[in-house]
């Protein structure tokens, strides 16, 4: 499934110029909760008139063997300020974030950085540098996010990008932005919640009033109750047979009621019902000694006769 936008840019996987250069990736894989986890950071930024309009975060996940590859599995928010004058990236908050990550055994690695806004520009060749030295030796990735969306419901597209240095003496704020493909990767587990996420908005439908609903759920709790009742009844007076699968159900359904509201024990009727079965054994038990001793009492008094 493509995040990408419509673009006219190529996408040019070049050859290296050596045999010890690394290539850069060819592909992005992204998780669906990452993409989340960057429109709740988006949602969350600051609304004063001097904040910037984007946030930015990195970016983890791993690489292939070859490095053609590089699937993004988590995010965490980097804190910045910009303006049309200078930019402040809070370096010392990421190193600890990953300090932090590092001893709580994270696997992933840090892969790139992201932003939430498709203009490229100066400011996000100086954030690219200091990553790029953060993923050294592989190249950093960039993804941008779009994150407005028109009536006809175009916009939240992310795209990803790669940089090379230009110039014969490189700068870190000259630089070219190469695209690469994105594709968002998601198990078979998790196609419910996109297909909601993705669906048409539900009409709405006016909310009752909390009595008339309750009222409404119990005569219906009660008319299933009659039913089953009806059922063990006639299954009791030998009118109707009885049904195996129905009558686990029953119990199954009778056990989950609990007398108590301490959870040390099931409980309800699944112990009532463990409390008659051990009655019966110990019954059956008195019986069957009770028998005994009146047999073993009669063997001693027939040779005395």
Same mark, same amino acid.
């Given at each position: 499934m493509s995040l990408d936008t419509s673009s006219s840019a190529i996408h040019l996987n070049l050859?290296?110029?050596?045999?010890?250069?690394? /290539? $850069? #990736?060819?592909?992005?894989t992204i998780h669906p909760s990452v993409v989340a986890s960057i429109l709740t950071h988006h949602s969350r930024k600051p609304t004063e008139a001097d904040s910037s309009n984007r946030v930015i975060g990195t970016l983890m996940g791993s690489r292939s063997e070859n490095?053609?590859?590089?699937?993004? /599995?988590?995010?965490?928010?980097?804190?910045h300020k910009e303006?049309?004058?200078q930019i402040a990236v809070d370096m010392p908050f990421q190193q600890g974030m990953m300090q932090l990550l590092g001893k709580t055994g994270a696997k992933e690695s840090i892969v790139g950085w992201y932003a939430t806004h498709p203009t490229l520009n100066a400011y996000s060749a100086l954030i690219q540098n200091y990553f790029s030295g953060e993923t050294s030796p592989h190249p950093s990735i960039h993804l941008t996010i779009d994150t407005e969306?028109?009536?006809?419901?175009?916009?939240?597209?992310?795209?990803?990008?790669?940089?090379?240095?230009?110039?014969?003496? #490189? +700068?870190?704020e000259?630089?070219?932005?190469?695209?690469?493909?994105?594709?968002? +990767? @998601? &198990? *078979?587990?998790e196609r419910a919640a996109l297909d909601l996420l993705t669906a048409p908005a539900p009409t709405p439908s006016p909310s009752l009033p909390p009595l008339p609903t309750l009222s409404a759920s119990l005569n219906q709790l009660s008319t299933l109750i009659e039913q089953a009742l009806t059922y063990v009844q006639s299954v009791?007076?030998?009118? *109707?047979? $009885?049904?195996?699968?129905?009558?686990? @159900?029953?119990?199954e359904g009778l056990g989950r009621w609990s007398g108590s509201?301490?959870?040390?024990?099931?409980?309800?009727?699944? &112990?009532?019902?463990?409390?008659?079965?051990?009655?019966? @054994?110990?019954?059956n038990l008195v019986r069957s000694q009770v028998e005994l001793a009146g047999r073993l009492a009669l063997?001693? *008094?027939? #040779?005395?006769?």
């Open positions: 050859p290296p110029s050596s045999s010890n250069q690394i /290539r $850069p #990736p060819t592909l992005i490095g053609q590859e590089i699937d993004v /599995r988590a995010s965490f928010a980097v804190p303006d049309e004058n969306l028109d009536p006809s419901g175009k916009g939240l597209g992310i795209k990803g990008w790669v940089s090379t240095q230009l110039g014969l003496s #490189p +700068k870190p000259n630089c070219a932005f190469l695209p690469v493909p994105v594709v968002i +990767k @998601y &198990a *078979q587990s009791n007076n030998g009118s *109707q047979q $009885p049904d195996a699968e129905v009558g686990r @159900y029953l119990l509201e301490s959870n040390e024990d099931e409980g309800g009727v699944k &112990a009532g019902l463990q409390d008659t079965l051990t009655v019966s @054994y110990l019954s063997l001693q *008094q027939t #040779p005395a006769s």
